[in-house]
């Protein structure tokens, strides 16, 4: 048995919280007695934070294992306090039917973590035999499980009708008109993304599917959210850190291949927005896009950035310097992909309750966090945020009952 006992961050009661290490689920969230494993002074519990987009890079080929793999993603995300995060299928062998996607399952087993796969859909695909979630990328973006046009996604989504999908909205028919400006912001522009969002959102309503929209980057789009869920068309929508810190008026010529991801920055107008409707519950995950590649790679222009090492920081930072709650970053982090998460697991997330899994997340808010490579665990080791001290950080991340502890926390028999 493993006991904690500090403030619950969603309800600011402090409690006991004990987990059987045998079952790896919470048995009893009970009144302070001031004896356990781990005594917590001013530090806030949440249930345990679930990234919902996390590119771990590695497939059964293994010719991606340079940047990333199952085992250095579960340390990167225990670093950044996450606790499940599900995985995008853009690999050299996607996972397409049963038989990759359960070859990938068993490489997702080394992560310390646990790991939740998307299947992929591609031109040629069809819906597994059992209840996973699935990704669809409607242009280009990192690998070749991706559409060239409109119809012919409609023909294979016609075949997902009632599953769960996600979709990367990039219209690639804008894409393909913008492929010859200057920069890779003007070579994907906005209304590729709101394009692709409205077509996305017909899907979802025309064949019943559970959509949800990831990484959003523009306002427009998130309106178009917005008035569809008012249409309870059914539908949900991620933000990325990147999307809600940085913004295309802070890119120069010595960051920008930094910088570079799919959708990009665009304006701190829509940055604003973002935050706002992450906030109000218009978005409803903060998901990373965890997407490492390896320094010499980004120097030539691949996109993407890692983020797993950051997340916790990061939710900080929202708390201390836009203001969020505590209530708002358990719901956007904690319980809405919990909640995903659950659709697919046989554990339950998202929750400090009995019956839960005992995976939790400690932040000390008060504590600063300066992202420097040192701290990393990602492999690709570097960060979009180096050089940036947040305004607090993960004091402990515990997975099933087992801690593993920083130095702001008081250590009892761990």
């Keep these: 048995m493993f ?175 913008n492929k010859n400006e200057t920069t890779h912001e003007r070579r994907r522009p906005p209304e590729a993304e709101t394009s692709a969002i409205d077509f996305a959102l017909s899907m979802i309503e025309k064949y019943n599917l559970q959509g949800k929209i990831c990484h959003c980057s523009t306002a427009e789009g998130i309106r178009k959210i917005k008035n569809a869920k008012m249409r309870k068309v059914n539908v949900v929508a991620e933000v990325s850190p990147h999307h809600l810190y940085f913004s295309g008026e802070m890119l120069t010529e010595n960051n920008r291949e ?58 900080t930072w929202l708390m201390k310097e836009r203001n969020f709650s505590p209530e708002e970053i358990a719901r956007a982090c904690s319980a809405n992909p919990g909640n995903f998460f659950n659709q697919f697991s046989p554990n339950r997330y998202g929750k400090i309750k009995e019956g839960y899994i005992g995976s939790l997340t400690i932040l000390n808010i008060n504590k600063p966090t300066t992202i420097t490579k040192d701290i990393l665990k990602t492999k690709c080791g570097w960060s979009p945020f180096e050089g940036i001290t947040f305004p607090g950080s993960v004091a402990m991340t515990i997975i099933k009952g087992v801690a593993f502890a920083k130095a702001s926390a008081d250590r009892r028999n761990i």
């Design 3 to 177: 006991s904690i006992e500090g403030i619950i961050a969603n309800t600011g009661e402090r409690k006991r919280i004990e987990i059987d290490q045998t079952t790896e689920l919470i048995t009893k969230v009970g009144e302070p007695t001031g004896v356990a494993d781990v005594l917590l002074k001013d530090e806030l519990i949440f249930p345990g934070f679930v990234d919902l987009h996390v590119h771990a890079r590695e497939c059964t080929d293994h010719s991606q294992d340079y940047k990333e793999d199952f085992k250095t993603a579960g340390v990167a995300a225990i670093n950044g306090g996450v606790v499940a995060f599900a995985e995008m299928p853009n690999n050299p062998v996607p996972p397409i039917d049963n038989s990759s996607y359960d070859a990938k399952n068993i490489l997702a087993k080394k992560s310390g973590v646990e790991v939740l796969l998307y299947a992929g859909i591609g031109p040629h695909t069809e819906p597994l035999s059992r209840k996973v979630p699935y990704k669809v990328f409607m242009g280009p973006s990192i690998g070749e499980l991706f559409f060239t046009d409109k119809i012919d996604l409609e023909k294979v989504i016609s075949k997902y009708s009632g599953q769960n999908v996600s979709f990367h909205c990039e219209d690639p028919e804008i894409l393909n008109k």
């Design 258 to 315: 930094w910088m570079r991801m799919n959708p990009p920055l665009r304006t701190a107008g829509d940055k604003n927005y973002l935050t706002e409707a992450l906030r109000d519950g218009t978005i409803d995950f903060l998901a990373t896009d965890h997407a490492p590649h390896s320094q010499e790679e980004k120097t030539v222009g691949m996109s993407g950035t890692p983020q797993l090492d950051t997340y916790g920081p990061f939710a």
